[in-house]
């Protein structure tokens, strides 16, 4: 086989963008800007279920196109479609230029592809850095407001220092072994001549700086909820899901794969920052008002639990990761997506009392979106609950108890504040006809129907996870 | 191994604390008789015109940036020139691609009116 077409879908994700700007600049449409961007990410997704059996050859030194690589490339394309969806939606009701954002949307997906697929250090940090910079544009797009651009301004500060630790950590590990290539370096600790230097676990630890704030972990999660609030909701939701899902394929690749976590001061550290999210997360979640702030903190202990699920690593580890992940991805997109289509031109639907009394003006809209609550609780029926038992699994089978107890318990505080929303829309309605917020706004076709699917796929992966399961079982075995 | 670095922690230890020592030393000490023209920032003997913080106009930035991007664009072509024949056909593909990529980008700058001055 070619090499070079096992880089089809990265090269497609790349040209996406590229076709979307020349277009742009001979004829502008809303329209035409969304159907392009669509293609482009159902184009390489088409051409995945054809190669998704054969075994591709690594591309060394830069990329590996690996069953693993090009399962996450279909998870994240997808996710940028429903993203994409959801956008349209949101932009006609915004002022200005609405065709650039899918621009920097498609950027940023050709970022997380070449994330998941890369096989060292210097494709890793270009991902990265293709999906940062087009995130700094995503999160401040409605330049005219106040918190857009005070959340953008934020982003890329931290980001930029996020960055430098990173590289920082990439030179470290590059002084002490040699070597920036992924496999030769999972080949040098494996032989584990010696025992490791300082230099190889700050360059770890500043790695593991650099990931962690991506992921929006504790203790780098302080930009979280500024940014959640202040960007547009559908950046929000990419936030949350692709660019998240990215860096966790990739820490799920190297940590596990790589022997990173064969070093007990790595795996210890990791398992401190899992338990600060899971708590930090959940105790402060209680304390908002806002949606967008809480799903933020919400987040953050969601990736504390799957953290627990890295730490074991094992097998059943690396499965209960992608699982619960590709759960996570359909419960957020779910909700922002929600959020995005109730809020209208005068005002955004981010207040939980904005949902007071939801449930007698729209069922069917807030049945949708208790389920997915439902699902972030974790409770039976739904993925989100399937996810969530395979992470405790994976935790038990690996011994960590300490972990898998406090994974419980913070999952219980958690519960408060899901029911908490949920309670409020079954409320009767405020008395005042005149709240902010009506709820009025009829969905879309495209929307109807990309949130009805992402309801149907909730329940359907919670009562028959089997056909993903096995998907992703074939995905993950060709890792090893 | 470390002990032979010893003596440049304590000279860059030295050279630390002897800095700061004399600067706090000449503020605590010396008398202050401030005037205007004391005040005022030093800018070799010229009287200092208006603000530093002069305005000028944002049309600049984009300038900037396309410089960025076209300055880059010759940082990465000169070493496949200078290597042209030894890379080969391969190489001439990616310079093209790489080219290519940045005529796109030139070409949404020029529609979009970023070399307009006006």
Same mark, same amino acid.
């Given at each position: 086989m070619n090499p070079f077409s096992a880089l089809t879908p990265i090269v497609l994700l790349g040209l996406t963008p590229l076709v979307l700007m020349l277009v742009i600049s001979f004829h502008r449409s809303h329209r035409l800007a969304v159907v392009i961007s669509l293609v482009g990410m159902a184009l390489p997704l088409a051409l995945l279920a054809g190669t998704a059996t054969s075994a591709a050859p690594p591309l +060394?030194? /830069?990329l590996i196109i690996d069953g693993y690589a090009l399962f996450y490339i279909g998870l994240l394309s997808t996710a940028t479609m429903v993203v994409v969806v959801l956008s349209y939606g949101f932009l006609e009701r915004v002022p200005g230029n609405r065709e650039e954002f899918y621009l920097l949307l498609t950027l940023a997906t050709f970022g997380c592809a070449v994330l998941t697929a890369s096989n060292h250090f210097i494709s890793f940090f270009l991902g990265l850095e293709i999906l940062s910079v087009s995130l700094y544009g995503l999160v401040a797009y409605l330049r005219t407001t106040r918190t857009a651009l005070e959340s953008g301004i934020k982003y890329l500060i931290l980001a930029a220092a996020s960055a430098a630790f990173l590289l920082f950590g990439m030179a470290l590990i590059y002084a002490d072994l %040699?070597?920036? $290539?992924f496999t030769a370096m999972t080949s040098v600790l494996a032989a584990k001549t010696r025992e490791p230097s300082v230099l190889l676990l700050g360059g770890f630890g500043m790695v593991i700086i650099g990931a962690g704030f991506k992921l929006a972990v504790v203790p780098f999660h302080m930009w979280a909820p500024d940014v959640y609030q202040g960007a547009p909701t559908p950046v929000t939701a990419y936030l949350t899901t692709v660019s998240k899902g990215a860096m966790v394929a990739l820490l799920l690749r190297y940590g596990q794969y790589g022997g990173l976590l064969d070093y007990d001061s790595v795996a210890s550290v990791l398992a401190v920052i899992a338990v600060l999210s899971m708590f930090l997360g959940n105790l402060l979640a209680l304390l908002q008002d806002n949606l967008k702030r809480l799903l933020a903190y919400s987040s953050i202990a969601h990736l504390g639990y799957l953290l627990v699920a890295v730490i074991a690593a094992s097998r059943e580890g690396s499965h209960a990761v992608t699982f619960y992940l590709v759960a996570y991805f359909i419960t957020s997109l779910g909700i922002f997506g929600i959020i995005t289509a109730l809020s209208d031109e005068r005002k955004e +639907? $981010?207040?939980?009392?904005?949902?007071? %009394? /939801?449930f007698w003006r729209r069922p069917w809209v807030s049945g949708a979106l208790s389920l997915m609550l439902f699902s972030l609780a974790g409770i039976p029926l739904t993925a989100g609950f399937v996810g969530k038992f395979y992470v405790l699994t994976a935790g038990v089978l690996s011994d960590l108890w300490a972990l898998v107890i406090l994974l419980v318990v913070s999952s219980v505080i958690g519960l408060y504040y899901y029911l908490r929303i949920i309670i409020t829309m079954y409320l009767s309605a405020p008395e005042d006809p005149s709240s902010p917020l009506s709820a009025t706004r009829r969905f879309s076709l495209p929307e109807g129907l990309v949130l009805a699917g992402l309801t149907v796929l909730l329940i359907w992966f919670g009562i028959y996870p089997a056909p993903l399961l096995s998907a992703i079982q074939a995905a993950v075995g060709s890792l090893a | 191994m470390s002990d032979a670095y010893l003596p440049i922690l304590l000279i860059f230890g030295v050279s630390a604390l002897n800095a700061v020592f004399m600067v706090a030393l000449s503020h605590i000490l010396n008398p202050r008789r401030p005037t205007p023209q004391k005040a005022m920032p030093y800018e070799s003997g010229m009287i200092p015109l208006g603000d530093t913080r002069a305005r000028f106009s944002v049309k600049f930035y984009l300038v900037a940036i396309s410089f960025i991007v076209f300055d880059l664009e010759a940082v990465f072509l000169i070493p496949w020139a200078v290597e042209m024949r030894a890379l080969g056909w391969s190489g001439f593909v990616a310079a093209s691609i790489f080219v290519a990529v940045l005529t796109a980008g030139l070409v949404y700058e020029w529609k979009k009116g970023g070399l307009d001055w006006d």
């Open positions: +060394a030194p /830069l %040699g070597t920036m $290539d +639907a $981010d207040e939980i009392s904005d949902y007071r %009394g /939801l | -």
